[in-house]
């Protein structure tokens, strides 16, 4: 059997900017870099469900700032519609060593991810896979860990050239999620935005340094670096857990306001308009 398995370390810059603003930005940056190869025009879905302790260990590492810390996630790639245990899904660990962001992961039917996550059970793999396989069941074993909150998103993503090829930009928007229903294949899901929809997350991810013009371009824009984690925003916006330093407050960043010449009945409310949106 083939090794399914894949690894790698880099750095990780994030910004939280309006969705206006990430358009122009996306378009300055494709002058000097390439769109990926797998993000189409309008991007791509992602959708993650973690996995946690029942004491949240993963979210209190984040929190607490631990300088090792990992966290256990399925995640899908694309559309949900119709989402079968044939699908081929990512079972990643995502691990923090002091400022390096390391990724380890595998291409598994959705089906067979299930057995080994929820199931707690062996599954066929590769000796190159062993390892992995091993780490990710003693891990749902010793910890107890169950499924916790799904993520997902809309991404964009631009690669760099020529000297700067590791060198990768991603812009999230409509990150919105659940706390229950955790099949990617529900039918009608209650999904909620866990980030204001007028705003998203731009990530830039390097192997070594950030190039000096990216740096310039933050500067001139005057964005600035926010520590932000999809997993911890979904479990406070939930009430899972009581809101950090990392939470993202609505109030903090207030949505453009177009309709203010509307009669107050006519003006959409904030709660229909981000349950019709985040579905």
Same mark, same amino acid.
Request: with cysteine.
């Given at each position: 059997?083939? *090794?399914?398995?894949?690894?790698?370390?880099?750095?990780? +810059?994030?910004?939280?900017?309006?969705?206006?603003?990430?358009?122009?930005?996306?378009?300055?940056?494709?002058?000097?870099?390439?769109?990926? $190869?797998?993000?189409?025009?309008?991007?791509?879905?992602? @959708? *993650?469900?973690?996995?946690? =302790?029942?004491?949240?260990?993963?979210? @209190?590492?984040?929190?607490?700032? +631990?300088?090792?810390?990992?966290?256990?996630?399925? &995640?899908?790639?694309?559309?949900?519609?119709?989402?079968?245990? %044939?699908?081929?899904?990512?079972?990643?660990?995502?691990?923090?060593?002091?400022?390096?962001?390391?990724?380890?992961?595998? =291409?598994?039917?959705?089906?067979?991810?299930?057995?080994?996550?929820?199931?707690?059970?062996?599954?066929?793999? !590769?000796?190159?896979? *062993?390892?992995?396989?091993?780490?990710?069941?003693? +891990?749902?074993?010793?910890?107890?860990?169950?499924?916790?909150?799904? =993520?997902?998103?809309?991404?964009?993503?631009?690669?760099?050239?020529?000297?700067?090829?590791?060198?990768?930009? =991603?812009?999230?928007? &409509?990150?919105?999620?659940?706390?229950?229903?955790?099949?990617?294949?529900?039918?009608?899901?209650?999904?909620?935005?866990?980030?204001?929809?007028?705003? !998203?997350?731009?990530?830039?991810?390097?192997?070594?340094?950030?190039?000096? @013009?990216?740096?310039?371009?933050?500067?001139?824009?005057?964005?600035? +670096?926010?520590?932000? !984690?999809?997993?911890?925003? *979904?479990?406070?916006?939930?009430? $899972?857990?009581?809101?950090?330093?990392?939470?993202?407050?609505?109030?903090?960043?207030?949505?453009?306001?177009?309709?203010?010449?509307?009669?107050?009945? %006519?003006?959409?409310?904030?709660?229909?308009?981000?349950?019709?949106?985040?579905?």
């Amino acid at each position: 059997m083939a *090794s399914r398995l894949h690894a790698f370390n880099r750095f990780e +810059l994030k910004y939280l900017v309006p969705v206006e603003q990430a358009a122009e930005i996306r378009d300055e940056l494709a002058e000097r870099m390439d769109r990926d $190869l797998h993000s189409p025009v309008g991007g791509y879905g992602v @959708w *993650s469900l973690y996995y946690d =302790t029942p004491q949240l260990r993963f979210y @209190w590492e984040k929190i607490e700032g +631990l300088k090792f810390r990992r966290k256990l996630r399925i &995640r899908h790639y694309g559309n949900l519609d119709g989402v079968t245990d %044939e699908a081929p899904v990512c079972v990643e660990i995502k691990q923090r060593v002091n400022r390096v962001t390391q990724k380890r992961r595998i =291409t598994l039917p959705y089906g067979v991810a299930r057995h080994l996550c929820d199931g707690r059970q062996m599954v066929d793999h !590769s000796a190159k896979e *062993s390892a992995f396989i091993q780490e990710v069941l003693e +891990l749902v074993v010793r910890l107890d860990l169950k499924p916790m909150a799904i =993520t997902g998103y809309q991404r964009e993503a631009l690669v760099g050239r020529d000297a700067d090829t590791g060198l990768r930009v =991603t812009f999230d928007r &409509r990150i919105r999620g659940r706390d229950r229903d955790f099949h990617f294949g529900t039918p009608t899901p209650e999904n909620r935005f866990t980030i204001p929809p007028h705003m !998203s997350i731009m990530e830039i991810k390097v192997n070594e340094r950030t190039p000096h @013009w990216i740096t310039d371009l933050t500067a001139r824009r005057n964005l600035n +670096l926010i520590r932000v !984690s999809k997993y911890v925003q *979904s479990i406070e916006a939930f009430g $899972l857990a009581p809101r950090s330093v990392f939470h993202v407050h609505e109030a903090d960043y207030p949505p453009p306001t177009p309709s203010e010449g509307l009669p107050r009945e %006519e003006r959409p409310t904030q709660d229909a308009s981000s349950k019709v949106g985040a579905q």
